[in-house]
T-cell receptor
Framework: DTEVTQTPKHLVMGMTNKKSLKCEQH?????MYWYKQKAKKPPELMFV???????INESVPSRFSPECPNSSLLNLHLHALQPEDSALYLC?????????????FGPGTRLTVT | AQSVTQLDSQVPVFEEAPVELRCNYS??????LFWYVQYPNQGLQLLLK??????LVKGINGFEAEFNKSQTSFHLRKPSVHISDTAEYFC?????????????FGAGTRLAVHP
């Protein structure tokens, strides 16, 4: 099973709302990632978790708060977002965060901030 | 620092014709190279990867790529495309950041296959 699942598929939220994105993998991977992808652009790395610890934060605003409750789950908590945060949010996982391991991507959550 | 340049933002091609999507990278250290495909409203799917060894790499869906160290290129090819190959293709290099590898993507190439 090489599947990364993400919920919800679509999310519309107001600027004062609090919501969460969820990502799950059962491949035994120890590295998990959040990316943001705007239309017609490549994915941009936001966070990297390695062995459930935050390893890389690419200077992401604090209105995005990641959480890794266990080795299979990754959440992204959203609060007080701006319309420019509307994008496709992709989760990925890999065996390790170092070395040559390829990343497996989920289908993404399409977020619209109104 | 590593970077990736995809030389064509769009490549139109007729069905059953061959196609080449170009990718150049810059890196001062050994690299791991990847091609991903993204179909509309979907996530990214790995097509193929180069880690070491043979410079000709075969992937899924009939795609292959050739690693050329002297030209710092990793071009993607398919001898005969199908309508279903219409998608966005991303070349990526794995670069180190604080002991961890992160994917650095090119801007993407939109492959449009016409009947």
């Amino acid at each position: 099973d090489t599947e990364v699942t993400q919920t919800p598929k679509h999310l519309v939220m107001g600027m004062t709302n609090k919501k969460s994105l969820k990502c799950e993998q059962h491949m035994g991977h120890r590295a998990m990632y959040w990316y943001k992808q705007k239309a017609k652009k490549p994915p941009e790395l936001m966070f990297v978790y390695s062995y459930e610890k935050l390893s890389i934060n690419e200077s992401v605003p604090s209105r995005f708060s990641p959480e890794c409750p266990n080795s299979s789950l990754l959440n992204l908590h959203l609060h007080a977002l701006q319309p420019e945060d509307s994008a496709l949010y992709l989760c990925a996982s890999s065996q390790q965060a170092s070395g040559s391991h390829e990343q497996y991507f989920g289908p993404g959550t399409r977020l619209t901030v109104t | 620092a590593q970077s990736v340049t995809q030389l064509d933002s769009q490549v139109p091609v007729f069905e059953e014709a061959p196609v080449e999507l170009r990718c150049n990278y810059s890196s001062s250290v050994s690299v791991y190279l990847f091609w991903y495909v993204q179909y509309p409203n979907q996530g990214l799917q790995l097509l193929l990867k180069y880690l070491s060894g043979s410079t000709l790499v075969k992937g899924i869906n009939g795609f292959e790529a050739e690693f050329n160290k002297s030209q710092t290129s990793f071009h993607l090819r398919k001898p005969s495309v199908h309508i279903s190959d219409t998608a966005e293709y991303f070349c990526a290099v794995s670069g180190r950041s604080g002991g961890y590898n992160k994917l650095i993507f090119g801007a993407g190439t939109r492959l449009a296959v016409h009947p």
